[in-house]
Each structure stands twice: as C-alpha cells, then as structure tokens.
C-alpha cells in the first residue's frame, strides 16, 4: 500500500514574509508555491525460514543496492566490566571466516567496487553492504559468509586489540572526546551501560579475549534478534531468492535476558573542571539523564528543544554565536535511546568568554523552562520541519536510516506517514508543559574541559554550582 | 509522473579490464548578458531541488598579510542583504526546511540550499539578493561579529585539534611565501584581526561579480519557469571587470626540508610531502591511482606492510590533492606506541621505492578504478552533488559535462605510467615533517638520510 501524503493545505496557509526590509531596492521575498506531494514509500517485508525478516524499499533510480542488517544490540549489552566488548565484536566480525581470510574478504569486495562497514552503536549494531547491482551475487556471497561464518582468527584480534589501545590514547588527546566521554561518566556513573565508554577503557580491552568476542557474537548475532533492511534496484521476490540461499546455515537461538537499569536521577547542579592546560577553547557540555524515545511526549519535546538548540536559527545559537561571538556553534539536543537518554546542550567556546557563555547557556535553557515558546516561533518550528520531511527520500541511505529508526525503537510502520500529522498536533500549552519537566537546570552537570588557570576564576564568580574538580575520566580528584 | 533521469553505460572492453561505468547527465548551460553562468539539470525523482551559487574566488585570490579574507566573506554572506534582515537569510530558509550551507577553499567559494521543489524562488531570491544586494546591509558590528565567529571556527577545527596545524605547516613549506597556496584558507589569526571593512568591501565589488560565478540547479522544476526566475532576480546585476587570476607557477623544492614540531598529542606522526601535478589532468589522475594502490583497502602495499603486517603504524594514507593550479602527494603516517618516525619513514621509502624500481600491477590499477566509478555514482545520488559537481566542472574546466565524462583520465591507465610518474614525482625533493609528543623530540626524523 502506497501512503501519499498531500501538504499543500500546511503550507498554503502560511506566508513568509516574517524579513524586516531594509532595502531602498524594492525586492518582495517570494511566496512558496503549494508544496509537493510527499510520497512515503511503502516497506515490503518478508521473513526467511531461519526467522530473519527483511525489509525492503525498491528504489531503480540508480543501479545500486545497499543492506543494513541491524542487530538489536549495541553498547548498551556491554557488561559494566567489559565496556567496548560490543565495538570490539564488531571489529573483527569481516576478519574472517571458514573460507575467507581478512585480506580475500577485502580484495574480493574492492575487485566488484562494494562497500562493506561493520559498526557498532549504543542502541545496536550494524552490517552494511553497498554495491552496484550487477554485482550482487559476488557481494551477497562474501556479506553473508561475514555475518554467518566468522572466525574472529586470533592474530587478527590481536592486532585490533593492540590498534584500539592506541586508538583510546589518541582519544585523551581530544577536548571533545573527552568532554564526551566525562559527561556520560558523571550523568550515568559506572554502574550504568550508558555511563561506559562504548570503545572500552584501557583495563577492560586489556582484558577482553577472543573468547569473550565469540560469546557476545554468538548470543547477539541471531537471526532473531535482527532485521535486514534492503534499499535498491531489486524486488521482493528476486531478492528474497537470493538471500533465502545465503542466509540459510545462519541458525537461530534464543537471545539472553536483558534489562537496562535506570539511570540515578541527578539532584543538585555542580561544574565538573577537567584541565587541558593552554586550550584555546573549552569544550562544555550541560545536561542530565532526560527521556527514552519510547516516551509519548516525543513530539512536544523534539519540537521544544528544535527553537531550544536543535537547529541553526534555535535561541542558544544565535545567542552564543550570532550574538556574542562565543563559538563557532552551540547547541542542545535529546539523545533519545531504548534507555533513558541524555539531554546536553554544547559547544566549544573561546577559553576568556567560557564563564560568560555558561551563563548564557542556562539562561536560555531557563527562559525556555519559565515560558515556553512563542506562537511565531512554534509555527516556525512546524513549517520547517514539514519542509524539510520532502527532503529525506531521496537516496537509498535516507530511506534505510528511516527504516532503521522504525526497528531499533520499535516504532509503528506507519511511523512516516503520521509524522506530519503529530508534528502539527503539538500546541504551545504542551511544549511549556514539557520544558518545565524536563528542562530542570537546577539539576543539570555542567562539565568543562578547558585550561583551567584561566577559566576557574570567572566560573566561581559567576556562582553557578559547587565546583568538583575531575580527571579526564570524569572522576574526581582528591 | 518520473523521466528517465540519466543513463548509467557499462561497457565490458575485455573480460579482464574492468567495465567502464559513466554518469550521463543531460545539461542545459546558458549565460546572462552579465556573464552570470547558469547550468540546469531536471530530475523528478524526489520533490526537491539542489541550488548552488559557486564564486571563482578562494584563498589563493588573497594577498600576503591578508589571508582569510574569501572565508571571512563566505561568512559575510549569510548575515543579510538589502532586502533581506540581519539573522532572516538562515530563518527564511529554515522555516521551508532547506539544508543549507557555505564552503571555501583554495580556489572557489560555494554556497548550497536544498529546498522541497516549491520554494525554488525562494532560493533564488535570496542567492540574488546577496550577489547585488549585499554593501547596503554589511555593517562594522556584523564584520566584528563574525570575525569572532570566524576565529572560534580556526580555535574549533585547528588550533584545539590534536596535529591541527600540520596542514598550515605544510602550505607554509612547501610553497614560496608569495605563492597563494602557502597560506591557509581559514587565515592567521593576526590577519582576520586586521581585516577591514573596506578590505572587504573591495573584495566584494571585484569577486562577487556575475561574471566571476556559476548558477546550478538541479533537482525537480519545470526549465521554463526556472530559467524565467533566473532572469528576474540575476538579470539586474551589472557586469563586473575582468579578473586578474593568480599565475600558474612552476613550483618545486631545491633541497629536502625537515621540520620537527612538539605538539599536545600522543602518537608521533610523519608528513611526507612531494610536489605533484594540478587537477583535471591525466598525471593528477595517474598519481590519485597510485595514491591507492599505496593505501586503499588491506592489500595495499603501504597498509599491508605498516598496519597489518608489521603493525607499526596505527594508520597510514597515501593520497593524490590536487588544486586549480598545483598539487601536493603526501604520505601520513601515525606511529604505534613506542615506535620512531624515521623507522616508519625507512619502510615508506622501501614501499614508495620499490614502485619507482618495479612499477606496479594492472590488477592494482583495475581495482582501484572500480572503486572510483562507485565513487562517481555516488556523487550523483543527490541532486545536491550533481549540482556541486556540475557548477565546479564549469568553474574548473569551463564545461558541466565533464561531470558525464569524469573517469576519462582514469581510461588505460598502465604499469609502466604510473611507475613513470612515481619517479617523477616522487624521487623529487621533499617536505619530512615530524609532529611528535611534548618532550618527546627523539621520536623525531633528525636527519634526512
């Protein structure tokens, strides 16, 4: 069934004259015509005889195909002692299999031109594959040899692991990392997944062994616990053929029990200070653990924290960079997982300007908690995210990122085609509501990492929290 | 209702070459009597359409104690114009969800919107208004503030980035100071703090001219209605004078240079950089082949031997960057953890000169050509890429269809010419840079060997 859904009624209603004229040149900002026909494309879907469903979107306009198989587990199934063990996996998944050494598995996939990408996230972790359709057969065959026959060969274990220590060196080097890594430390402590570095620390990759990696992928890489998303120049029928026969040794078992813990509320606002002595900026994050994208104020919530800092015209950057020239961009934003996610509002600010900028950052998140928004802001809002909807079904990746967001938080099919329809329902009475329950700065860590001889002063006589000075681990230092 | 939006040609020539693939845009190109050059590919696959405006100005268009003058401006054009308010150019566009953005480099400076197919005037509204219209809305305050936004984005993507500079240290080596590429396209710091107004003013009457930019649009209009709109809001716009373009000199170094700097990082890593050939030729094209054959994929000769085999280096990248009138070949190479850059250094040197001794193989060069046609129709998956691509080809080479014909110089590319100009090139004198941890000088290249 094909959903088509007409916007002309949004749009028509709505002018955009909202610039100020200044010109002596008489020039009319133009007015949009109706807006076009967005059709949301239809999800064909199928389930092979190992349980393994696929989704497919047919798309002939280039002679491509990609795959995304996606596996329900990411970081978040690290055990707290073996942060890293899911991207690990992931690692060293296309280093080999009973037939294919690392180098075949790489040379044949270069000879046909396809793109292979293992990778792992928090909320799961994929399998791509990207070829010219002449070639699917060869690149079929070495994809699901990959997914359903790895070895992970001890030798090459060995040298990713070695890689991945010096990888997590190299990551002590950067401001953003490590405000990155800090922050998720102090919102969510160790005792929590999302609290855990998703590459691993020193000691936990240290200690992690091939061993380890064979049992996460056999309990985790199921065909139950997964879905194949196919975007391309194919049909359901020619393709489910194909991978019926590749995927058939790959056997299904029962995932192991799962729950995420939930994460400690924060109580009181403290500045966490971690030193990068002589930085030229500092990098900030504020925020706290905030929602799970199963949450049903989703759309309010989205929207509010859109004019909050979601886009380039939101208050806290054209206050930060637009108006004070603090940073080359800030901004704020709810990462909603399968978990109770983060909020974090961010930016890397010029060292001398740093209690300033912190300042205006819970200035902005504060006005938003106290009023809300404005009529005018709240249909610039909704305009510009139903403009912007036309705008994400033009390549097979768009259209597989949007199958995999369905997937991963199990949202329902017809998620796409009602997505206008919730973005226009939210009112300002709901998005105050929610600004004052979830944007609660009084609670919030504010972690700075930054040089700081110089910024320390100000930020004490600006009296926003008790000052915790940390290592670049987030921990504190006695 | 879809039309056929472009024909993909394979051609087989023998089973064991790889076969050709090729993009096959149809384009309309035409120009204003201004000398504004306008390009027009339809494609209705998806309601949306890519506009890019691409001025011939970049940082090698600016003067010694004056660099970053072209980004500064890239940055000027997003802040209002005669007919458009201070902060409304980003608001109007975001409001009709467009994905919008600017870009400079070397030699172009280009501006994109992609906006759902009913706000194309809108688009080109705000293109034209800032093209004509822009003197009467720049301000001291507005240049003030984005000089400080400008030297936030220097602090955010080079001088707060571990090796950030090596790429300023490179420029500043490899060319003689009053060469354009010897500085950096973002500026020195001292510089942008002198930046004035008339400065930039000047740099506007001579640069953003019509006749110094391309118009490209592609995506889902209807030509008619597109090219009358292009004529009411571009037509006005006088022509500018001529421009004077910086010479192609030759360049090259008389003697290898070595250079040590102590940065805040952790694993020493090694520049190596050669003269190379400018873009858009065949010898640009032979050394982008052989950039890979060095580096692309787990049997490339320098990741096998350095990553995989030896596992010395933690990455390494051989690649081909080539500009409107030079080019640079650079090997960059990350050490593990207690190892010396001159030890990474000697195993470059044997993989870069048993090329120079033995060549290379035909299977290398075939599989690397057919991971670059992958590229090229990557590229032209988005109307915004084909509208990329077509307005630098026409900046560039003087024709958009160079986008259908971009694997041309790739076509027969042999053994005995990439090991041609691996010598050529690359037994010429070079540029060692070592950027190593503080107090760690010993890890260093000390000597040329």
């Known amino acids: 069934m094909n959903r088509t859904l007409i916007l002309a009624g949004v749009l028509i209603a709505m002018s955009l004259t909202v610039g100020t004229l200044t010109a002596q040149v008489p020039a009319a900002i133009p007015k949009g015509k109706p807006a076009p026909v967005v059709k949301v494309p239809t999800i064909n879907k199928t389930k092979l005889s190992n349980g393994l469903s696929i989704w497919l979107v047919e798309h002939h306009e280039l002679p491509l195909v990609a795959f995304n198989l996606v596996i329900q587990t990411g970081a978040d199934h690290d055990p707290l002692t073996q942060p890293g063990l899911a991207s690990m996996t992931s690692d060293v998944l296309d280093e080999g299999t009973a037939r294919r050494d690392a180098i075949q598995i790489s040379d044949e996939l270069e000879s046909i031109g396809a793109n292979l990408g293992v990778s792992s996230g928090i909320d799961g972790s994929f399998v791509t594959l990207r070829t010219l359709t002449t070639h699917i057969d060869k690149a079929l065959a070495v994809y699901s040899d990959v997914i359903v026959n790895p070895t992970f060969p001890q030798k090459e274990f060995d040298r990713l692991k070695s890689q991945r220590l010096a990888s997590l060196m190299q990551q002590k080097d950067q401001p953003t990392s490590i405000a990155n890594n800090a922050f998720a430390h102090i919102l969510y402590s160790a005792n929590h997944p999302y609290g855990l570095n998703s590459s691993g620390t020193t000691t936990s990759v240290e200690g992690l062994t091939r061993d380890d990696l064979v049992k996460f992928y056999g309990a985790h890489y199921r065909p139950g616990n997964a879905v194949l998303i196919v975007v391309g120049d194919v049909t359901l029928e020619g393709i489910t053929k194909k991978l019926e026969a590749s995927f058939a040794a790959w056997a299904d078992a029962p995932a192991p029990h799962f729950s995420m813990p939930a994460p400690e509320p924060a109580t009181t606002r403290k500045i966490y200070l971690i030193d990068k002595q002589g930085a030229p900026q500092s990098e900030v994050r504020i925020g706290y653990p905030a929602l799970a994208r199963s949450t049903p104020d989703y759309f309010p919530v989205f929207l509010m924290n859109r004019m909050l800092g979601g886009q380039f015209a939101s208050r806290i950057n054209m206050n930060l960079r637009e108006k004070h020239g603090y940073t080359y961009g800030a901004n704020s934003s709810f990462s909603f997982r399968k978990g109770v996610g983060p909020f974090v509002a961010s930016g890397g600010i010029v060292t001398e300007k740093t209690d300033s900028a912190l300042v205006q950052f819970l200035y902005e998140i504060d006005l938003m908690r106290e009023k809300g928004m404005t009529d005018e802001e709240m249909s610039f809002v909704k305009k510009g995210l139903i403009g912007n909807f036309a705008l994400n079904f033009e390549t097979p990746s768009q259209l597989a990122s949007m199958m995999q967001n369905i997937i991963l938080y199990g949202l329902p099919d017809d998620y796409y085609s009602t997505y206008l329809q919730n973005i226009e329902k939210v009112t300002p009475v709901e998005v105050l509501r929610v600004a004052k329950q979830y944007l609660d700065s009084s609670r919030m860590a504010m972690v700075v990492v930054g040089d700081m001889a110089t910024i320390r002063p100000g930020i004490e006589g600006a009296m926003l929290g008790a000052i915790v000075v940390c290592n670049t681990d987030g921990d504190p230092l006695p | ?449």
């Open chain 2, 1 to 449: 209702m879809s039309i056929k939006l472009f024909t993909i040609v394979l051609t087989t020539l023998i089973a064991s070459i790889p076969a050709m693939t090729q993009v096959n845009l149809k384009i309309e190109k035409y120009q204003l009597p201004n000398g504004l050059t306008v390009i027009l590919h339809e494609d209705h696959s998806a309601p949306v359409v890519g506009v890019v405006v691409m001025y011939h100005v970049g940082s090698k268009n600016e003067k010694v104690k004056r660099t970053g003058f072209a980004h500064l401006f890239e940055h000027m054009m997003f802040q209002g114009s005669a007919n458009v308010g201070d902060d409304q150019h980003f608001k109007l566009l975001q409001e009709i969800g467009a994905e919008i953005n600017g870009s400079t480099n070397e030699d172009v400076t280009n501006y994109y919107e992609v906006v759902p197919s009913n706000e194309l005037e809108l688009a080109l509204f705000l293109e034209a208004d800032r093209m004509g219209n822009l003197l009467p809305a720049m301000t001291q305050e507005k240049l003030d503030n984005q000089r400080d936004v400008v030297k936030n984005e220097r602090r955010q993507r080079v001088d707060n980035v571990p090796y950030g500079t090596s790429w300023e240290k490179i420029s500043k080596g490899m060319y003689p100071e009053t060469h354009p590429y010897s500085w950096p396209v973002i500026g020195y710091m001292e510089d942008l703090s002198a930046a004035h107004m008339d400065d930039i003013k000047d740099f506007f009457r001579i640069y953003y001219a019509p006749n110094n930019a391309c118009l490209s649009i592609a995506g889902d209009f209807d030509p008619a209605e597109a090219k009358a709109l292009v004529e009411k809001y571009f037509k006005a716009f006088p022509r500018g004078k001529d421009i004077e373009r910086p010479a192609e000199v030759p360049v090259s170094l008389s003697a290898d240079i070595l250079q040590v700097y102590e940065d805040k990082v952790q694993l020493p890593r090694l520049y190596k950089v050669w003269h190379s050939p400018k873009q858009e030729t065949r010898e640009d094209a032979v050394m982008t082949v052989l950039g890979q054959v060095l580096s692309s994929g787990k049997s490339s000769r320098l990741f096998k031997s350095m990553v995989y085999d030896r596992q010395v280096a933690q990455s390494v990248s051989a690649s081909q960057s080539s500009s409107e009138i030079a080019g640079l070949f650079m090997v960059i190479a990350t050490a593990k953890p207690g190892i010396t850059l001159a030890e990474l250094n000697t195993m470059v040197d044997s993989v870069v000169n048993g090329v120079i001794a033995s060549g290379v193989t035909q299977e290398e060069i075939d599989k690397v050509i057919t991971g670059l046609e992958a590229g090229v129709i990557n590229r032209v998956a988005t109307n915004l890429g084909k509208a990329n691509s077509m307005a630098s080809y026409e900046l560039l080479t003087g024709d958009p269809a160079n986008i259908n014909r971009q694997m041309d110089h790739f076509k027969n590319i042999t053994p005995a010419e990439v090991q041609a100009l691996a010598k050529k090139y690359l037994s010429a004198p070079k540029m060692l840079l070592s950027i190593v941890p503080q107090g760690k000088s010993e890890l260093a290249i000390q000597k040329i060997q």
